[in-house]
């Protein structure tokens, strides 16, 4: 059996802490997943991994080794395109999780550039606005939008996005529109959260250098990209967004801007990737052409 292969095996087990999850993920039969760790096991003449009725974890010695193998898999995936003069032959999975809206308005789109250089490479594209785990859930990268929390992870600066505050020109015809911050209370702010129950609805504006805050009424609270900008486009409130997302409907009349001199300040854009001293080189090109994208696209360096 080849060791290389039981190894991989292995290195997601131990990632995802299932059998049935990594089965999944490997695209083979929970029996086969098994009858690998046997094996390798067996090979290594030790027990690699705990079995409970509720989870799978790592021994002393299995942790050893997930650490070396991580670090293993990913030179041979250098090595076997250390003479490659044409990236095109660059092969294997590629799992990337990026913002919903990002996903569909812009990468998705034009995706099949980066397919027809690298036919061989098997691209997983993941959109959700929740934060996945990119280790635990065996992501290769994943873009980000917004401030990073502390991470272990290694991000990538790309750039920021300018933002915008806008309503609807509906919710404007009906409501009229501020016009300075007081203004504020005398209308409705749609609140963009990750968890619900989370606090009052918050006006946010960079001035002076510094970022602040006014509470203000609320018509309602999503947690979503997609739901946010539906419940603008309704009348519902105000949002504050990314000016890139909003061009469209701001040129075509269906988002009017205001308080222009109180935007809140550039998100910036970033690509994380765990710590590896050998980053396997599709992922680095598919960084490389990201990146390159998001600049055509409007991300200000």
């Known amino acids: 059996m080849n060791k290389l292969e039981l190894l991989k095996t292995f290195v997601r087990v131990a990632e995802l802490s299932s059998f049935t999850l990594a089965s999944d993920a490997l695209g ?3 029996s086969s997943v098994s009858e690998q760790i046997r094996a390798l096991e067996q090979l290594m003449n030790t027990r690699l991994l705990l079995r409970t009725t509720r989870k799978v974890q790592t021994t002393p010695d ?6 070396r193998s991580k670090d293993l898999l990913a030179q041979m995936d250098e090595v076997e395109s250390l003479f490659r003069q044409d990236n095109a032959a660059l ?3 590629l799992r990337v999780d990026m913002p919903t809206a990002m996903a569909r308005r812009l990468v998705l789109p034009r995706l099949r550039e980066f397919i027809d250089r690298h036919p061989l490479i098997e691209m997983e594209i993941s959109s959700t606005d929740r934060r996945v785990d990119l280790v635990r859930e065996g992501f290769d990268c994943v873009i980000r939008v917004g401030e990073l929390p502390d991470t272990s992870l290694v991000a990538r600066n790309v750039g920021h996005f300018n933002m915008i505050n ?3 020109a509906g919710y404007a015809e009906r409501y009229g529109v501020p016009h300075t911050l007081e203004d504020l209370q005398q209308h409705l702010l749609i609140d963009y959260v990750s968890a619900f129950g989370a606090g009052n609805a918050m006006f946010e504006y960079h001035r002076d250098g ?3 805050r006014i509470a203000m009424p609320s018509s309602v609270k999503v947690n979503n ?3 946010y900008e539906a419940a603008c486009l309704g009348g519902l409130g105000i949002v504050q967004s990314p000016l890139l997302s909003k061009e469209h409907q701001l040129q075509r009349g269906g988002l009017v801007e205001i308080l222009p001199d109180y935007k809140p300040a550039p998100m910036p854009v970033s690509l994380l990737y765990a710590h590896r001293r050998h980053l396997p080189q599709r992922c680095r090109v598919f960084m490389d052409w990201m990146e390159g994208l998001l600049v ?6």
């Open 91 to 93: 092969s294997g999975r």
């Open 210 to 212: 510094k970022d602040h």
């Open 225 to 227: 990209v997609e739901a």
């Open 62 to 67: 299995g942790q050893v080794l997930y650490e």
């Open 28 to 30: 083979l039969p929970r």
């Open 166 to 168: 806008c309503v609807s």
């Open 296 to 301: 055509e696209y409007g991300v200000v360096r």
